[in-house]
């Protein structure tokens, strides 16, 4: 895989580079409330702006309908890329139309422009190989070299991750080299003892990658929405909790196999529970209380681990030497269930361990509830292609720029 840094050797002043980013930032309206993937791609752009590249970036927001949609428009991410840059950032409307290549064409050297919403053309997100084909080449026509740098995006086999490279010059930009160096510290040659933290919704979305760690991790904690399965796959009562009940004999097989493989499976002993799903909007009291991880009465859901689970999982961390956490442990947006996931993360900062947080949720919660990013070994920008890379699947965006 060639590196920026080979590119950057080989001078870029004058090229048109044309860097796939994720800039997919959560937006509340027109406000973004998190900028950490913009603030991930810094890096790359600016030293490719400084070496004298025109530099267009493009990325995708959500999941507009292969049309365009003005609530799903990069421009918010235009004006923050600029603000964080200290530059004036031009905006294109479209993505390979009028705008894009006048304002592509309008770039001196030095300078950046940022493309429309790249979902906002079918061709992007297209199964069928010739449309998607035929998009990568009016992108193509945009630029002379490509760097991937949108490692969120690179298990997707979309036009601008998979097709375009194969058409041009290409290179891995900064953020994607650094991920791929952190992941192959989680599959090779791992550092032990390994914990892994998984929490989030539902266990159906975490089943692969649990299937490959019960080779490679020493202890497995469980949290989140999707433990609720695994406790009930264990017989408990867990009120309306939430259960994918398609997926109990699954879990009770991953139990089985943990036991065999001497991987120590950790699931909470006390979970904190609600009548109903917080309001997350205003934030008003939810009447939460604790009981037994066993004992959920039937008219509550458990929305959180308990203290007595915090302190569990704290000591399972303590003596890592690597730590990968990806999923929250609790619902953390709302303040009576964020004390589950401010343990984890706290006690990841408390270890001496090498340690990543997984992208997605997690590295939201880290920047919302309050956590100093740069204490933590790594914070990925890319929850699901991480998950796929430690299942050991072959992510399209990063073979593209293999060869």
């Known amino acids: 895989m060639k590196t920026i840094d080979e590119l950057l050797a080989e001078g870029v002043a004058g090229k048109r580079i044309f860097v796939r980013a994720d800039l997919n930032v959560p937006l509340d309206g027109t406000t973004i409330t998190d900028d950490g993937r913009i603030r991930a791609v810094l890096p790359t752009v600016k030293a490719l702006a400084e070496a004298g590249a025109r530099v267009v970036v493009a990325s995708h927001l959500g999941r507009p309908k292969g049309a365009p949609d003005p609530a799903f428009s990069l421009g918010p991410a235009a004006a923050r890329l600029g603000e964080l840059l200290g530059v004036e950032v031009a905006f294109a409307t479209d993505t390979v139309g009028e705008s894009a290549r006048s304002t592509v064409a309008?770039?001196?050297?030095?300078?950046?422009?940022?493309?429309?919403?790249?979902?906002?053309?079918?061709?992007?997100?297209?199964?069928?190989?010739?449309?998607?084909?035929?998009?990568?080449?009016?992108?193509?026509?945009?630029?002379?070299?490509?760097?991937?740098?949108?490692?969120?995006?690179?298990?997707?086999?979309?036009?601008?991750?998979?097709?375009?490279?194969?058409?041009?010059?290409?290179?891995?930009?900064?953020?994607?080299?650094t991920e791929v160096a952190v992941l192959?510290?989680?599959?090779?040659?791992?550092?032990?003892?390994?914990?892994?933290?998984?929490?989030?919704?539902?266990?159906?979305?975490?089943?692969?990658?649990?299937?490959?760690?019960?080779?490679?991790?020493?202890?497995?904690?469980?949290?989140?929405?999707?433990?609720?399965?695994?406790l009930k796959a264990k017989g408990y009562e867990i009120g309306k909790s939430l259960l994918q009940e398609d997926q109990i004999p699954a879990v009770q097989e991953y139990v089985e196999r943990a036991q065999k493989n001497g991987v120590e499976l950790v699931l909470p002993v006390d979970v904190v529970v609600a009548p109903e799903f917080p309001d997350l909007k205003t934030k008003a009291a939810s009447n939460p209380a604790t009981v037994a991880a066993d004992a959920v009465p039937a008219d509550q859901m458990g929305l959180d681990i308990g203290p007595e689970s915090r302190k569990l999982y704290a000591s399972k961390i303590t003596d890592a030497a690597t730590v990968f956490w990806n999923g929250p442990m609790g619902v953390f947006e709302h303040p009576d269930f964020a004390e589950g996931t401010k343990a984890v993360a706290q006690a990841l900062l408390d270890s001496p361990a090498f340690t990543v947080v997984g992208g997605g949720d997690s590295a939201a919660a880290v920047r919302i509830l309050g956590f100093d990013e740069n204490a933590f070994g790594h914070i990925s920008t890319g929850g699901g292609a991480s998950l796929e890379y430690l299942e050991g699947k072959t992510l399209p965006g990063l073979a593209a720029l293999e060869d």
């Open 184 to 230: 192959k510290k989680l599959t090779e040659d791992v550092k032990r003892p390994y914990v892994v933290a998984l929490g989030g919704a539902k266990v159906s979305d975490k089943l692969a990658v649990i299937d490959q760690l019960l080779g490679k991790a020493d202890r497995i904690l469980i949290g989140g929405g999707m433990a609720y399965t695994f």
């Open 106 to 177: 309008g770039l001196a050297d030095g300078s950046v422009a940022v493309i429309e919403n790249l979902r906002f053309n079918a061709g992007e997100t297209s199964k069928d190989d010739a449309e998607r084909g035929a998009f990568a080449d009016q992108l193509t026509a945009l630029a002379d070299v490509y760097v991937g740098d949108g490692f969120g995006a690179v298990h997707r086999k979309h036009a601008s991750v998979f097709d375009l490279p194969a058409r041009l010059p290409h290179a891995a930009g900064f953020l994607i080299a």
